[in-house]
């Protein structure tokens, strides 16, 4: 069945550091993928998306950009603040509405 | 607009009691999703729903557990006989409706702690 993997945590950086969270993925045909944050006590939020080959999502300053050679949709950072500390979750969808869901990557950001 | 809502945020329950879990979907959202998060994994789909029909219960386990979405009020996610095995956060989503261009909008989730 599809599936999704991503980088095991925690990952621990300074802030301003340069970000990366790896993301692959298995599936029979061409997924949507997401990457969601979730806040300490908060839901999930949807952070970034890509519906198809090429297409690169970005939203405060993230980056994925989706692989279809390498199956893959790694998340990217510039520069990280230590408000970006959270659980990051990389997702497919298959079908028109069930979520696969990675494992999380918990991201401490010290000041 | 308010977002999701779920409650309880926190329940604890003994062994062998029911639980329910409630959620609120999004105004105007009509398909609601469950999804459990048992402690160090990812999310997994539980069942999606339509107001009084459930479409896919796929990811249900086979006994003890069941999910409706009324006409009127919030949708729930029933538990019978609790057993440790339980123990896990259940989040639930809604979207107005289905397809890659409608985002599934997350709830706060309840941490189900079975003693």
């Known amino acids: 069945g599809n599936s999704v993997t991503q980088m095991e945590g925690p990952v621990t950086l300074s802030e301003e550091a340069f970000l990366t969270i790896n993301c692959t993925y298995t599936a029979t045909g061409y997924p949507s993928l997401f990457w969601y944050v979730q806040y300490p006590g908060e839901g999930l939020q949807l952070l970034l998306k890509?519906?198809?080959a090429d297409d690169k999502g970005s939203n405060k300053g993230f980056e994925a950009t989706y692989r279809k050679e390498t199956t893959s949709f790694h998340l990217e950072k510039g520069s990280v603040q230590v408000s970006d500390s959270a659980v990051y979750f990389c997702a497919s969808m298959d079908s028109n509405y069930q979520l696969i869901w990675g494992a999380g990557t918990k991201l401490i950001i010290k000041p | 607009n308010a977002g999701v809502m779920q409650n309880p945020r926190h329940l604890v329950r003994r062994r062998g009691q029911e639980a329910r879990l409630r959620c609120s979907p999004m105004?105007?959202?009509?398909?609601v999703y469950w999804y459990r998060q048992l402690p160090e994994e990812g999310l997994k789909f539980m069942v999606y729903l339509q107001k009084e029909n459930i479409i896919d219960e796929s990811g249900m386990p086979k006994e003890r557990f069941s999910a409706e979405f009324p006409k009127e009020g919030p949708s729930i996610l029933r538990i019978q006989q609790v057993v440790r095995g339980d123990s896990a956060a259940y989040f639930c989503?809604?979207?107005?409706?289905?397809?890659?261009?409608?985002?599934?909008?997350f709830g706060p989730g309840t941490r189900l702690t079975v003693l």
């Open positions: 989503a809604s979207s107005p409706g289905t397809g890659n261009f409608n985002e599934q909008f």
């Open positions: 890509a519906t198809k």
């Open positions: 105004k105007g959202h009509s398909h």
